[in-house]
């Protein structure tokens, strides 16, 4: 079974930073790629930052600039690193991993409990 365990949200005012974690724990697995996603009161889930096994990035058009994804020395672990907040930032953000398990032919996908970002003054 495989578990994916973020952390790093809480309150930030206006303009300040926060980062984000995402860890895949469990065995016999191997992770592809991984992602954050974010859904706001009253909305859909939308991406926010997604990295391919391949290393290539795509971000929302609405985080570009402001936000990075990168992949942590374990291959297993994602972070987000996001400056300039804003309070349409405000969301709770999830980690996406796309997974396959020993033995499987196709991946599956993973996600996170979500970690709450507040974007205040």
């Known amino acids: 079974q495989v578990q994916l365990v973020e952390s790093g949200g809480g309150l930030v005012q206006p303009g300040g930073s926060l980062g984000l974690s995402c860890a895949a724990s469990?065995?016999?697995?191997?992770?592809?790629?991984m992602g954050w996603y974010r859904q706001a009161p009253g909305k859909e889930r939308e991406l926010v930052a997604r990295?391919?096994?391949?290393?290539?990035?795509n971000y929302a058009d609405s985080v570009k600039g402001r936000f990075t994804i990168a992949r942590g020395n374990a291959t297993n672990t994602v972070f987000l690193l996001m400056n300039s907040l804003q309070p349409e930032d405000t969301a709770v953000y999830f980690c996406?991993?796309?997974?396959?398990?020993?033995?499987?032919?196709?991946?599956?996908?993973?996600w996170g409990e979500g970690t709450r970002v507040t974007v205040s003054s």
């Open positions: 990295l391919t096994s391949g290393r290539d990035t």
């Open positions: 469990g065995s016999g697995f191997t992770v592809y790629h």
């Open positions: 996406n991993g796309y997974v396959l398990l020993r033995g499987d032919v196709a991946g599956t996908n993973y």
